[in-house]
Structures are given as C-alpha cells and as structure tokens.
C-alpha cells in the first residue's frame, strides 16, 4: 500500500479538483463535479476500499484547504463515504463448496445506494425540521427563489401551480440525480479498469438484478402513507418512497436486457431502447411498474425457458 501512496493520493486530488469546479459558476463546473466521484470508485476497485478511502480523506484535506472546512465535510459525506460503502460491499466475495466465487450482487449495491442516499435525506429533513418553517417549507423557499431569479433573467413568470407541484418532488429527484451520478460514476470506473486489465471483480451483468419482494412491498408502503400522513412526516416519506424506486427501475430494465438476449443481435435493441428512454424519460415510470411486478411474475425465467419447438 505504501508504494501506491503516489496514485492514491493523485486520485484524491483528482478528485478534489473536479469536486472544486462546482465551486465556480456554470454549467461546466456542475458536470464535472459530478464526475468527482470516479477517481475514487477508480482507486477502489483497482486497490481495495482502503485506498479509496485513503484517497478520499486527502480530497477532503485538499477542499477543507481550498473551500473552506464546511466544503470538505460536505464532499465527504456526499462524495467519499458513499464510495467508500459502495466499494467494499462491491468486493465482497465467497466461495462456495462449488468452488465458483460469488461476488456481491448488483442489486444489493442498488439497495445499499438508495439507503444511503434515504438516510441522507432523512438527515437533512430532521435538520430543517428542527426550524420553524420545517422541510417542505425550507424546499418551496429555495424553488422561489430559482423562479425568481429565472423569472429576472427571462422576464418569463413560472406558474404557481408548477412550482407547488415541483415542491412536492424535488427531494426524491434530486436524490435520483445524485444515485444516477454514482452508478455512473462506478460503472465507468470498472469500464476503465476492465480494459486496462485491473478491475479486482467481474463485471455484474445487468439481467441479473434482482430486487426483493420485501423491498417493492417497503416502497408500496412508503408511498402510501407519504400521501397518508399529514405535514412534513408525509413529505419525507413519498420522496424515500421515491429513492426506493430506484432500484426498482433496474429490476425493470433487467428484464428489458434479458429479452433482448433472446435476440440474435441484441446489441441494436440496446440502442434502440436506450435512445428512446433517452428522448420519453416518462417511460420510466412503466420500467419501474415492470419491476415492482417481476417478482411475482418472474418474466426472466419465463424468457430463458427454452422455446416448444
């Protein structure tokens, strides 16, 4: 380990320098802060969850240097600890009296992504609540202030009603946003490292995500008493409900992929698929219906039994 101090450490500041773009104004800034999360899953994968973690405490020194103490702990609990979670459960692996290795399932990454990211929104809304004005009125103030400030710079007034029903949202979309950037962010790092021939696990095959019964049940649950439950307690609850939905949307594509491996190529249905999904984003709420249902209906083993000639 202490011969690969140099690159862990090239890593962190990487990462630290692309986190500290959002500190500057632009579209520019925004995306590559979202890329802050790559060096990390990149030292992780390749050289175990403690140099991803090594690497993130030098990226919160960096930033505490940089931005300010608040800036570093912001990156850190938003940033390294998810990585750092993630990347050892991802290396986790047994062997069985087979002697094939099982390595942690994909699924179980999603579920453990989405209860970080529940937790941190949880957090965050126990925060607000402490306040006189409490979550759902601390998030309507922040979405009147961007439509103000949209609305100086367009000369274009939103609609109330737009606003309102933005509100009701925005936690569980921004959470998604946050999820999204580190799957993404992790599935481009073991990319990387699988060409380069350094990726310490396989990688997962996206028909094989599987999401429990019991975990589709706790999002129907979610859901209904987030609409159920009066004031903040209700907010909070719908938009966990919406983190949950994430995993679920994968389970839903699953079934997608495995489809499409019935096909001869099937490479030109991903890309048909993906560019669709791309251009409906709305469809998204059908992947999820398909994988709130696929445990009970189990469409994958349906599609690999072989066909009645």
């Not at 600890?81 to 993630?86: N, Q």
């Not at 399932?105 to 579920?111: S, Y």
């Not at 984003?281 to 209906?297: K, M, N, Q, R, Y």
């Amino acid at each position: 380990m202490i011969r690969q101090l140099p690159i862990i450490a090239a890593f962190g500041l990487g990462s630290a320098v692309l986190y500290s773009a959002v500190l500057g104004a632009g579209l520019l800034g925004i995306i590559l802060a979202y890329l802050a999360q790559l060096p990390l899953f990149l030292a992780g994968l390749s050289l175990g969850s403690k140099a991803a973690a090594i690497a993130g405490v030098i990226g919160v020194i960096a930033l505490g240097a940089l931005g300010g103490v608040w800036t570093g702990l912001v990156y850190g609990a938003t940033t390294v600890i998810p990585v750092v979670i993630l990347v050892a459960l991802a290396l986790k692996s047994r062997t069985w009296s087979d002697g094939r290795v099982y390595w942690y399932p994909a699924g179980h990454l999603l579920r453990a992504l989405a209860v970080l990211c529940a937790v941190m929104l949880v957090m965050i809304a126990l925060a607000l609540m402490v306040g006189a004005d409490g979550f759902r009125t601390g998030v309507e103030t922040m979405i009147q202030g961007m439509a103000e400030a949209l609305t100086s710079a367009t000369g274009q007034e939103l609609p109330a009603q737009s606003t309102s029903g933005l509100a009701d949202i925005l936690p569980g979309i921004t959470s998604w946003s946050w999820m999204l950037m580190a799957t993404v962010n992790g599935l481009l790092a073991q990319l990387m490292l699988r060409r380069m021939g350094r990726n310490l696990r396989p990688s997962p095959a996206m028909a094989e995500i599987a999401i429990p019964l019991t975990w589709c049940a706790a999002f129907g649950a979610a859901a209904l008493l987030g609409m159920l439950l009066p004031a903040d307690f209700g907010y909070v609850l719908f938009n966990v409900a919406i983190i949950l939905a994430y995993p679920v949307l994968f389970q839903g594509l699953s079934v997608v992929h495995a489809a499409f491996a019935q096909w001869n190529t099937p490479t030109a249905g991903y890309v048909v698929f993906y560019g669709v999904l791309a251009l409906l984003s709305w469809l998204a709420l059908g992947l999820i219906a398909v994988g709130l249902a696929e445990p009970i209906i189990k469409l994958r083993e349906r599609l690999a039994r072989p066909k009645k000639s």
